[in-house]
């Protein structure tokens, strides 16, 4: 059984990214939490955040409610980058942008700590929001690639 670390009070899990989110799910269930997953995937965690944590509530209901609270990723030269646990608006850059729905391209989830909720609470909702993202343009997609062959150069 994989090993999640719970900070109930933060409503923080801690989970590897290895770990099947079905066993996570499962797990938060014992403990009465969720992560208010609709469908749930059936992929690892990591997989799951590189693709955009499809089935994840929309960041349009609550803006202020984050899925991640800090992650740790595996760089592509290997160095290890963490990014602690903490409101988001506290800890300068987001560098979340580059690893979540990123497919792997910067770096892989190796453990990411998520925000979860009471079972028996009811969570704010709001009609369905339609946000189509624009392709990336030609510049965009230069400064990406300059950025993965910085990342994946450094020893």
Known sequence: MTAFLLDRESLLVASPGDATVADLVRYLEGEGLTLDLLPMPSTTVAEWLAHGAQGARS???????????????????????????????????????????????????????????????????????EVKEAPLERGEHALWDALEKELSSRS
Do not use: N
Not at 99 to 105: A, I, L, M, P, Y
């Open 59 to 129: 960041p349009w209901v609550d803006p202020v409610d984050h899925l991640l609270a800090g992650f740790d990723v595996i760089l592509k030269d290997g160095r290890k980058l963490e990014v602690r646990p903490a409101p988001r608006r506290a800890v300068g850059p987001d560098m979340l942008a580059l690893f979540f729905g990123t497919e792997d391209r910067f770096g892989s989830f190796s453990r990411a700590w998520l925000r979860v909720h009471p079972r028996s609470v009811v969570r704010p909702t709001t009609d369905p929001v």
